[in-house]
């Protein structure tokens, strides 16, 4: 049994114990009825907050919120990267702000070694392995229904030398593509002219589940966090309307990165 599947095991004992449905659960920890079964039958991963109101709800001393840490290292990935895996999955849509790469579905095999590879902590091996789960997790975009992605990226990534020129090519040759070809897949930048704008606080994606619940995922080196609560995401939402009025239209973008595409010789 996973690190998961253990986690699992007890939130459901936890309400069935006390003769609870899965609706008066909900309301107990303040969520609703379809987020708990989401929860228990594993289609939809329990995430820090989530935890956290069954810890408080049932005074618990934050047992369950240990378990939900603790139970991440029997696992392959980290929790917090499963959580936002899961979730990104499930999505009907996606948008996504980049202030420093490409955003990781987009990357081509070279340019993802080479993002990785300035990570001192990283074996070669460990590289590898992570640059692998990369392009599995791109999978999600030529399955059967695709998420739509649109994609704001600061003009700086379209410059900066990860992996050497021909990789740069290669790489904002494939964004190009993307903008030409594919209905699913939108790709805007914010050009050099525009002075200090709100996305220069840093990376962030809004994923839009079914029944249109929006998520948000906050990306550092070290950990990244999944951010659920209303006013959070809300916050997400106007940073995001914020930073694409200043992005150029998608004809505009696709010009833009051809032309720096061709300059990397």
Do not use: C
Request: hydrophobic share 45%; aromatic share 8%; net charge negative.
């Amino acid at each position: 049994m996973t690190g998961a599947e253990i986690l699992l095991d007890e939130l459901r004992r936890a309400r069935s114990s006390r003769g609870l449905s899965q609706d008066d659960f909900g309301k107990l920890i303040s969520y609703s009825g379809t987020h708990v079964s989401a929860v228990e039958t594993g289609t939809r991963p329990p995430t820090g907050d989530y935890v956290a109101g069954i810890d408080r709800a049932l005074r618990t001393g934050g047992i369950f919120a240990r378990l939900l840490e603790r139970l991440s290292d029997l696992d392959a990935a980290p929790l917090w990267l499963r959580e936002w895996i899961t979730l990104e999955q499930q999505a009907r849509a996606l948008r996504w702000y980049e202030v420093a790469w490409v955003p990781g579905l987009l990357q081509t095999e070279e340019y993802a070694r080479a993002v990785f590879g300035t990570d001192g902590r990283l074996t070669a091996q460990e590289v590898e392995t992570r640059v692998a789960a990369r392009l599995t997790r791109q999978q999600v975009l030529s399955g059967d229904d695709p998420p739509q992605l649109i994609a704001v990226v600061d003009d700086s990534v379209l410059r900066r030398p990860v992996g050497g020129a021909a990789v740069m090519r290669e790489q904002l040759f494939r964004l190009a593509r993307f903008n030409q070809d594919s209905r699913r897949v939108r790709i805007h930048i914010v050009p050099q002219g525009v002075g200090a704008y709100a996305g220069l606080d840093g990376p962030f994606v809004i994923a839009t589940l079914s029944g249109f619940v929006d998520v948000g995922y906050l990306d550092n080196r070290l950990q990244g966090q999944v951010v659920e609560r209303a006013v959070e995401v809300a916050a997400l939402r106007e940073q995001w309307e914020a930073t694409l009025a200043e992005a150029l239209t998608l004809h505009q973008s696709t010009e833009l990165i051809l032309e720096v595409a061709k300059s990397w010789t």
